[in-house]
């Protein structure tokens, strides 16, 4: 998955608290300035003096003499309102009725259904859930102005605040209980439409295998083996794939624990120089999944039935333990932040490159440092699940029945290295696999050397990833990974590689997607409610979509305001445009150019600020992580939680000024 | 006022309502099973010209309701939902999401289903540019099919359009077996029984099954190309290319599979029969008559009788001006002036000149050409001048002088461009039997080289050499051997892919032969191939034949300073000896092996035991 945002809720928060009173303030100037305008529009400059310092002066009592009595009254009568629309019905009945015919479009035989099937529930009930929240929010209080039923709230002792936050909390609790029944059923859907078994082609046991050549070692397809496969069947097409199914020798070391599922373990047996080897039956996973091996045995001992469980691997809320830091090292071992850039277009990760005839010996290397590599952080602290996803760029085609090679190194990162020795363990192969998410197994006795600050070796053997490679207080692990093969290159990012600790649960990784949701919900309703009070409801819903448009597109907005954006801003362009001048071309100096710059940097800042009207809302979109099979963090959850409260609480502060200030709630 | 506005109001719904009747009629969806002859079950004209045209959707039972969905979805705003689905598609590209990107293609294609060009596009940007982006062949492999399996699903939107089946034909045939990854591509294509199964509603997988050989993903391409001339000759499909180049890919298609098939396996009777069927169908299009855009219509084997059409009508036009081509022809001579070169180019026999002489020679003889079109119509002219009542007969002539004239251009452009005399000179040299021959030698020589074994493994009984089984070295030279005599036979094979096939292969055993510490043999076989792909400037890194002679001059020179002695070049003796065998020359001996004794245990098996 693409992460290109690390969020670290407590390094985010000064500067998120610094831009929120930013816009606090301003909003404030800006809001005396116009009341001011409007009242001066009304009753004259001076009378104006007084109506504002009125309307401002009474903000404070009617803030602290809220009551929540009154505000959960006005919420019940909003959610009775909106349910009288029959909008949450209808919008409730459209998404039944995409998930009743959502089948269609899940393309069964694709990679991953898993994505699509995530992807599309999670994008039908963001999209309806703010078009719901939009229209209830939008229309409510411009229809009650229009139909006077508000007369019946405003001559009750109601403050604004009140009809302001009511509505909002009454149309965010209706989209809450909405959005948990859309969840549920959005669930449902996902759990049922991937749900499927195999069988195997021929008979249901080991006589449906066959014999992998010595020679070749190819698979029934022509493809790879596993390396320790001696048996091969295949199973009949489900849900449009198959699956290989093999007879695999697992050798284990001496003293080494037993596999973990031993359902499947046709036989086992020790060998003269102590190891076991266990033969098992494995399904090798497709469309990002596998089942589950269960051996039926008769009284001999000898496998009657093999039976394939039910598919495993789809519901997964993986927690990856990222690295603090990544470094690239080119050729001559200087570091670079970027690593070498081998032409792709998409710059996000930075290559490593394996060495060429000239330098065969390349220094080039990436260095991850992962902080905080404890034990209780992992399911299992004797084996630790390295993920990777790397990139490979070949500059020939080499062979081409192998994949690139990589290598792995650990080594520790004293805290002094003038003084402490340094464990660095032996480099390991891998055999890169891309575009997938690739696990090595990465046992905590690590076979290495202890090097002292001079260079010597303290000593050579097994030392312990925790204990010894990451015992600082920091517990900080460096990981060097290596191109291996000559004039090829190998490509990552920071958050391709990662130790995979204990999973999250997979239904509550679910419900903080749907927080995401839900949080947008509370901007969306509250900058319905907010734009409501003072504007009608067509405008006030084409308001909210402006907003929410500028909020889905706050990266690209601020991508195209960059001061040294090629070929100028707006003006310049235009100009580039008609005149016919690429973004190359250097214009004549000039009156005419400092106008069009001038005017570009006005315009340019006009449309910067302009983002921060709304919130960026893929700060709040955490489908991705749903999609892919990874945790939500809790940073990244509180920082959305807290800018769609932050964002609430300005908009219910700029409704209730409006509201105060229209007639209708004198 | 009132009831005015009433009245217009009225006229309005009416007049809305009378235009509702015509657009119903218009279009109305047929139903299904409806009988040609009933205009009222064939639907309206809309569903009509869908029909018409081979576009779906004309009939209620018909509708894909995934794609009327999509379309449905996007409120009658179809363009942006495809601009922005194809924005998606880049981006997804862009960022390597290529999940995503199938994903979006598919939303995108159920929106502008019967734009063919869409299709073509995006399964050649599955098939070609996002599989190669993967590093593991399987994966590429995988990709592949994803652009063909993607391109299948505009078969049913487009039923009367060639370019998805000929595309088709493309994507089984030459992304599979042209790209350096084909060996391995063939391989999982052969064994890829889920992904014939899958297809099989298409193509029966039975059709290209070859028995022996597996499925062949060529001879499936055969059946695509086959089905898009289906189309066209039996469905009136439009065809959207010339007829050259569309009638072209089907017979190609058994060539490259039987070629294909030679690289993978020991040349045998099936392989023949695969030639003769590929020089039939090679054969057939030559006599097939080819319309191109300008409406000429021709047989590529026919430029003898056109030649001669020509001949006759010049002749019948001479005889109605008497001496007058004589004249203009000297006339015209005068203005051209041939390079000393040009003029050997053209004086040489076409099938003796090299690719960029044929090329030059042809830029040469459209300039006659068009003098000797410049010189009919003067004589025309004559005609007109001398013998007034002779002229509609001359008229009548030169149109058909001209015309024939085209059509000779026509049939020499378009052989160049089918390679066409080349093809079928390859067929009909490769379905001789010495031609199989020569490849199962070649193939058995590659396995020996594969399997190391370079020499011949002998014993010595009662002094002689009795070869017990014969190595890389002798058997690569009997091939080479036997490919000289087929060059002889046929000469032309020596230029074109068939050549670069056997350097490749020459340079491997000129890799064998330094392994093992021999010299390139001075009587090699195909030394004259070697000097003429040199001489045409090739850089196949090869030993010529001044090379050999200047090697061998050095190697005397010093033997002689070295060994004054008269026996000391014994070693190196057999580099001139005559091949005793006339067919095979002898293996040229290894280095200072030629009187080794072998060792005791002379009757272990293997490449080190015996030599």
Known sequence: ?666 | MNSKSFIRKVIYIVLIGALLIPLSLVSRPATIGAGADSAGQQGGKLAQLRESYGLSQTRVAEIDPTSETMKLLSLGLRGVAVNLLWLQAMEDKRVENYDQLESTLNALIKIQPNFVKVWEYQAHNLSYNISMEFDDFESRYHWVKKGIRFLTGGIGYNRKDHRITDNLGMFTGMKIGNADEKRQYRRLFRKDTEFHDELASFIEPDAYDTRQFGHDHWLMAWHWYDKSRALVEEMSAKPYISDLIFYMKQPAQKRNQVMALQQEFRSDEQIKQIWLSAREEWEQYGKRPLRNSQGVEVTLNGLAETNEKVQRLRDQLDELAPGARAEFVNEVRSKFTFSESDQLILDKPSDQRTDEENARARSLLSQISNASEEIDVRIFQRVEKTAPEKMTDARDLLNQLLLTRQQLFTIDRDQGTSNFVYWAFRNEAESQDQTIAAHQKLFDATELQRKSLFDDEYQLENGEKKILRRGAITVYLDAFAAWSKVFDDFGRLREGDLADTLVDKMVQFEDILKIAGTRWPMDFPLQTVIDERAKNGLEDDLPTTEELEEERSAREESSSSNQPSEGGDQHSGHDHAPSPQPEAPQPPETEGSGGQQPPADSNDKGDGGVR
């Open chain 1, 1 to 666: 998955m693409v992460v290109e945002n690390f969020e670290n809720f407590f390094a985010w928060l000064p500067s998120a608290l610094y831009v929120f009173g930013l816009l606090g303030v301003a909003g404030i100037v800006l809001g005396v300035f116009f009341g001011y305008l409007v009242a001066a529009f009304r009753h004259g400059p001076f009378e104006a003096f007084y109506v504002v310092a009125q309307v401002v002066g009474g903000f404070f009592p009617d803030v602290f003499g809220t009551s929540p009595r009154r505000v959960f009254a006005i919420a019940k009568l909003s959610v009775k309102e909106a349910l009288r629309r029959k909008v949450v019905l209808v919008t409730f009945a459209v998404f039944a009725i995409a998930l009743l015919f959502g089948g269609w479009f899940m393309n069964a035989g694709v990679d991953n259904p898993d994505r699509n099937y995530v992807n599309f529930v999670l994008w039908g009930t963001q999209l309806l859930i703010l078009f719901m929240g939009m229209l209830i929010s939008a229309f409510s209080l411009p229809d009650d102005i229009k139909n006077r039923t508000i007369y019946t709230v405003v001559t009750k002792p109601v403050r604004a605040t009140e009809i302001v936050f009511g509505r909002i909390l009454g149309f965010v609790g209706l989209g809450t209980v909405l959005l948990a029944l859309m969840g549920l059923l959005s669930f449902l859907f996902v759990w049922r439409g991937l749900s499927h078994n195999h069988q195997l082609v021929g008979n249901q046991d080991l006589s449906a295998f066959s014999e992998i050549d010595p020679n070749t070692r190819q698979s029934l397809s022509g493809g790879r083996v596993s390396e320790n496969a001696i048996l091969e069947g295949r199973t009949n097409i489900a849900s449009g794939h198959l699956h290989s199914v093999e007879l695999i020798e697992d050798t284990r070391l001496p003293g080494a624990p037993e596999p973990e599922n031993k359902e499947n373990i046709v036989s086992s047996k020790v060998l003269p120089d102590g190891k076991t080897v266990y033969q098992r039956v494995i399904v090798n996973p497709a469309s990002g999944h596998t089942h589950e091996v269960t051996l039926d045995k008769d009284s001999a001992g000898n496998v009657s039935r093999i039976n394939l469980g039910p598919a495993t691997g789809y519901f997964r809320a993986r927690v990856p333990a990222y690295a603090n830091s990544l470094v690239f090292f080119d050729s001559d071992g200087s570091p670079n932040q970027r690593g070498i850039d081998v032409g792709r277009e998409w710059s996000y990760r930075g290559y490593v490159d394996g060495g060429n005839a000239i330098r065969p010996n390349s220094l080039a290397k990436a260095e991850l440092v992962f902080d905080n590599i404890t034990p209780d952080r992992f399911e299992n602290p004797d084996l630790l699940i390295l993920e990777m996803t790397l990139s490979v760029f070949r500059t020939y085609k080499g062979d081409i029945e192998k994949r690139v090679i990589g290598s792995l190194q650990f080594e520790s990162v004293p805290a002094d290295p003038n003084t402490e020795p340094v464990f660095r363990s032996e480099v390991s192969l891998f055999e890169t696999e891309e575009y997938n998410v690739q696990t090595i197994p990465v046992p905590r006795k690590l076979t290495g050397k202890m090097i002292n600050p001079d260079g010597t070796i303290q000593r050579e053997g097994d030392f312990d990833l925790f204990k010894d490679f990451a015992k600082d207080g920091l517990h900080r692990l460096k990981m060097i990974i290596r191109c291996e093969d000559r004039n090829q290159y190998l490509g990552l990012a920071r958050a391709d590689v990662y130790f995979r600790a204990t999973d999250d649960l997979y239904w509550w990784n679910f419900v903080k997607g749907y927080l995401g949701i839900w949080a947008q919900l509370l901007v969306v309703v509250s900058m319905g409610v907010a734009l409501s009070t003072f504007l009608s409801a067509p405008v006030a819903v084409i308001g909210t979509i402006v907003l929410i448009l500028v909020g889905f597109t706050t990266t690209f907005i601020r991508q195209l305001a960059q001061p040294d954006a090629s070929g100028g801003g707006p003006i310049e362009s235009f100009w580039r445009l008609i005149t016919q001048k690429n973004m190359e071309v250097d214009l004549e100096p000039g009156l005419q150019r400092t106008l069009m710059e001038q005017a570009d940097t006005l315009l340019v800042n006009l449309l910067n600020s302009l983002t921060y009207i709304a919130p960026d809302f893929r700060r709040m979109n955490f489908s991705s992580f749903l999609t892919y099979g990874y945790s939500v963090d809790s940073s990244r959850l509180g920082v959305a939680l807290l800018i769609s409260i932050g964002f609430c609480l300005g908009l219910t502060i700029l409704g209730y000024f409006c509201l105060k200030t229209r007639e209708i709630a004198k």
